[in-house]
């Protein structure tokens, strides 16, 4: 079954977040159609609806990559020290939900076999229970949120299956800021003519972000193109280069 979308979506920087939220949320509905997994069919979760679509939002959003990149761990142990360092209750919730939140993007929009990451899985699911429980802990009594959580904790195969199925539809607006972002780099390097070691600086850069995209995934390259990454930074006060960590890191 294929569907095309009635919404439309302008997923670039300076473009309206609604029209993306309608254009994700309507993915997502479709989606569960084709699964027959219907929103009220086993219970009522079109609050999870929203909540997945406005994560997907967020994750084309370099100011939201950019704040949770400072939270994510890549293990229990680490989100433990992060926890213990944490100020109060409110810090401690949006870790466990930035790093539930990122497991269940990571899994089901950037694994093609989200089955196979057992430990992953488990650790989601733990993080989303944590960040339920904190909600009910600052708020004093249950939340919406933290109910919406709790289902994404004991559902995560339902949520899963239904991201991995919207995967090709969705990755259509990462796909487009990647355009965008090269022919912002293209235009700019139009104006470096005359600016000999920022514009090989730049030469170098596409070319090695470019094998990224193509399928390379040598980590040699990869810390060739972090180390670009900051020369560029110190070069061009104008670079910017969340999308592309984000793209590095979730690959």
Known sequence: MSFRLNTPYYPIPGSRPEGTFGAIMEILLKTRLKLHLETRRELYDEDVNAYLAG???SYIDPEYLQAVSEVLSRSDLDLYHAVDKAQDKVQVYWIYKANADD???S???FRRIWQE???ELDRMRRYYTYASEYQRRIYGKPTAVG???VKL???QKRYLTILATARSE???FLEQIQN???RAFSHRLARMEGELPLKAKWDEFLDAYAAWLKGSRDPVLRQKILQLVKELEGLDQTFKNNSVISILDHD
């Open 55 to 57: 994560l997907l939002v």
């Open 103 to 105: 497991l269940l993007v």
């Open 107 to 109: 899994l089901g929009v």
């Open 117 to 119: 990451y057992a430990a």
């Open 147 to 149: 109910e919406i959580q």
């Open 153 to 155: 904790a004991e559902g």
């Open 170 to 172: 969705y990755l259509h």
């Open 180 to 182: 965008e972002e090269m």
